[in-house]
Nanobody, 122 residues
Framework: QVQLVESGGGLVQAGGSLRLSCAASGRTFSRIDMGWFRQAPGKERDFVAA????????LYADTVKGRFTVSRDNAKNTMYLQMNSLMPEDAAVYYCAVGDYYSAGYFRPSYWGQGTQVTVSS
């Protein structure tokens, strides 16, 4: 099983940017699909973005498309989420996940990291 540790969260003003990182260990990182989810207080955990093991394919929720970019560096065992033009509704705990990326446009998570808080002030 791979261990996941998120970092990079914090407080940012609306319109600003943050880059989240997810460091993985314990398994062959370069062969696993990964994704990002987020959960705001009182709400369900929602899909944000996913990337295949090779980085060739990505998938985004409509709410973040055009503003967020998911990427990975297999040499560093790290996945990233670049978040631009942040809005107050983007505030949540962000979790990275290992899972399965389906070509039909779906990512099924298997397990999660501990999360990192993103707060966006208006």
């Amino acid at each position: 099983q791979v261990q996941l540790v998120e970092s990079g969260g914090g407080l940012v003003q609306a319109g600003g940017s943050l880059r989240l990182s997810c460091a993985a260990s314990g398994r062959t990182f370069s062969r696993i699909d990964m994704g990002w989810f987020r959960q705001a207080p009182g709400k369900e955990r929602d899909f944000v973005a996913a990337i295949t093991w090779s980085g060739a394919f990505t998938l985004y929720a409509d709410t973040v498309k055009g503003r967020f970019t998911v990427s990975r560096d297999n040499a560093k065992n790290t996945m990233y989420l670049q978040m631009n033009s942040l809005m107050p509704e983007d505030a949540a705990v962000y979790y990275c996940a290992v899972g399965d990326y389906y070509s039909a446009g779906y990512f099924r998570p298997s397990y999660w990291g501990q999360g990192t808080q993103v707060t966006v002030s208006s």
